[in-house]
């Protein structure tokens, strides 16, 4: 048989549970006060204004051209901007590879910038301007500076500049610096055939579509030179396989075929005069 439990017992624990009930809502109004009141006396403080602004990765251009197309300044609301707005706006910019806004801590706010490798210089109208690895030409400033990265020179093909851009960029750091200028030399037989010249003294005759991948062998294939006896600066050729061939060698057969052609010249020439008396 059931236990039958009177209501009048039942009223003690009724009321305690009603009053615990209270107590609750009573603690979640007053915390919500305070923190309603917190956000109104942050918003109205000096707190949520930008303190500091911090913009790295910036190498093409000065920070300050960043900070103008953020449109962000000293003193302006924590929170009146939008962290994809700002980003797409510096995105739009040629030499911008990607871009990371967001705010830090209370009062800063962060831009990170990877700009576009700069592989490259072009000379025109007497000045250097850099080359980027996306296959622009970075013309927002010309450059008086030391050359810190291959010339240029006869590439008037966009396209096939573009390639070598892209080849370069896939070089190592160490064997691009050693590049001091590629001359394009494209043949009937080899539209795409270059000529580099080194700062350690070599010459090297290459094609762009294979460039980096035989290229990146440089330093080992200079070694292998260098440890052969008797070895001198010259040409190594990595078109088809790797050839190397000295200066002297390449150049001596040259003089010779000269030296053929002015005694050629001087016996024409005597038989013009016995012809002429």
Do not use: C
């Not at 609750?24 to 109104?40: D, N, Q, W």
């Not at 251009?61 to 510096?90: A, P």
């Not at 970075?138 to 010339?151: C, G, K, Q, V, Y």
């Not at 539209?191 to 990146?216: C, H, Q, S, W």
Request: hydrophobic share 40%.
């Amino acid at each position: 048989m059931d236990k039958v439990i009177d209501i009048e017992d039942r009223i003690p624990t009724l009321r305690e549970k009603r009053r615990k009930r209270t107590n609750i809502k009573f603690i979640v109004l007053i915390i919500l006060f305070f923190l309603t009141l917190f956000l109104l006396l942050y918003f109205q403080s000096p707190y949520s204004e930008i303190k500091k602004i911090q913009i790295s990765g910036s190498n093409l251009v000065e920070d300050s051209e960043y900070l103008k197309q953020s449109d962000l300044q000293i003193g302006d609301s924590m929170w009146g901007f939008h962290v994809g707005e700002i980003e797409k706006k510096i995105q739009q910019q040629y030499w911008v590879k990607s871009v990371k806004v967001k705010r830090k801590w209370l009062t800063t706010v962060e831009i990170k910038v990877d700009e576009w490798q700069k592989v490259a210089y072009i000379s025109e109208d007497n000045a250097f301007f850099p080359m980027l690895e996306n296959g622009d030409v970075f013309r927002e400033s010309n450059t008086l500076e030391p050359i810190d990265a291959p010339l240029f020179l006869q590439f008037d093909d966009e396209k096939l500049r573009k390639r070598l851009l892209k080849e370069l960029a896939k070089l190592e750091p160490t064997v691009l610096a050693l590049i001091s200028q590629i001359n394009a030399t494209p043949t009937s037989a080899d539209p795409y055939a270059i000529t580099l010249f080194m700062n350690d003294g070599y010459e090297v005759r290459a094609e762009i579509t294979t460039l980096a991948e035989k290229l990146n062998y440089y330093p080992s294939i200079v070694a292998q030179i260098e440890h052969a006896s008797g070895y001198s600066k010259g040409i190594i050729d990595i078109e088809v396989g790797s050839y190397y061939k000295s200066f002297d060698d390449e150049y001596t057969q040259l003089d010779i075929n000269l030296e053929e052609m002015d005694v050629q010249e001087q016996e024409v020439l005597g038989d013009e005069e016995t012809t002429l008396q």
